[in-house]
């Protein structure tokens, strides 16, 4: 990059203005890309019949970042971040817009063509808006605000979470799928000119990296992971996130179908599990603000990951209440606080590395931890779709797989806590 990020020079005043621009736009983006994704899954159900309808982003998401690791890394590295999020904001919506003309060119199972090449390019863009984000907050707010920033963008994604569905159905089965994605087009181009107001600040004098004029892409992209193999603390990110979202996964693939398929409840429950989650992390994302700034690693980051799993245990036992009443109401306070603390622990680790990592290598860092974290799902989804289609009490996947969690987590804490103490991690 030719120029070093500012982080000095941004007033209280300057930083609340960029939050709420920020905040504004991911509640738009999120809520109308929610009601899309929701109705996209409807619209495929209802013309393949296939169960991969609602899981097709799941598998296109991480693959495309896997793939696309290296130059995201690099290019959010090497060029002003703004640029790099304008430029992947207009082509989403360029993509929409070909979407929008193209999709009822496909009937019946060939409509996945089009959805599958919208996903992927969605999912290319998407990864260089959230990584240059990410990686551009010094230049947003200053440090004081960056915890404030980070919750409450996770606030409004939870917001969008909770109420995008219901509005989805009751949008879809009024007026169809091409009513989703002009809304999505309209939302993005607001999102897009609000992005334009903000100001992303620079040093006036603008230097060179070193490592940012190696003429290799791959040079770039193995000092960066230099840097992550050498920073104990991301290694630890890494290897708690890897972990923690295969066995999460479990949750994804095994609440809906041990409710509707094992005990055959009916979708009631399920609704009321997955409200509950959304609420858990909205409410996990305002609690982050009110803790204080004086709290240590021990409130925001350990507390969080060992409830988080007793969390998961705990959840296994639900399955046992043969009540539609009970299991939505014990189910619904343990998801509750299970995503609440997840949300936490994941405000936590992003505040950390964003507070700690070298701003020239902030984009890299963010790009392999978020890439790393993700490509395990695809693998957790075909192995607990394996599991509880055997297995005849899914309860007891949960549990174990909690117990296994807890195993390496407590396994891992005395090198974590030692790290920790040792390093001077910013919190």
Known sequence: MDENIANVNITNHQSNLQIVKDVTSNLIGSFTGGMLSFAMGLMLLSATHSAISFG??????????????????????????KNIIVISMIIRIITMITFYFTINMFIGEYKLIPVAIFLSIDAISTNFNSTSVDASVHELVNDNSIEKLTSLVQSSMAISSIFAPMLGAALYSLF???????I???????????????????????????????????????????????????????????????????????MPYIIQVQLHMGKLPISILDSSASLGMLIGGLIINIIPKSAGYNIKFIFPIIGTILSLILFGFIFSIHSIIGISIVGGIIMFVLMGLITIMNISVQVMLQ???????????????????????????????????????????????GLLLLVYILCLMPSILRMLKSSRIKI
């Open 56 to 81: 097709l982003s799941m598998i296109i998401t991480p693959v495309m970042g896997l793939l696309f690791m290296i130059p995201i890394g690099n290019i959010v590295d090497t060029y002003h971040h």
């Open 176 to 182: 169809g799928f091409n009513l989703f994605i002009i």
């Open 184 to 254: 999505e087009i309209v939302s993005s181009i607001v999102s897009l000119l609000i992005t334009i107001s903000m100001h992303f600040h620079y040093f006036s004098d603008l230097s060179s990296s070193d490592d940012m004029n190696k003429n290799s892409s791959m040079d770039k992209f193995k000092s960066g992971f230099e840097y992550v193999r050498n920073f104990k603390f991301i290694r630890y990110i890494i290897m708690i996130g890897v972990v923690f979202n295969f066995f999460f996964t479990a949750i994804t693939i095994g």
């Open 355 to 401: 507070k700690n990592v070298q701003n020239k290598m902030l984009g890299r860092v963010m790009s392999m931890t978020i890439t790393f974290n993700m490509s395990i799902m695809p693998l957790g989804t075909l192995f607990y779709s394996f599991i509880f289609n055997k297995v005849s009490n899914g309860g007891l996947i949960f549990i174990v797989s």
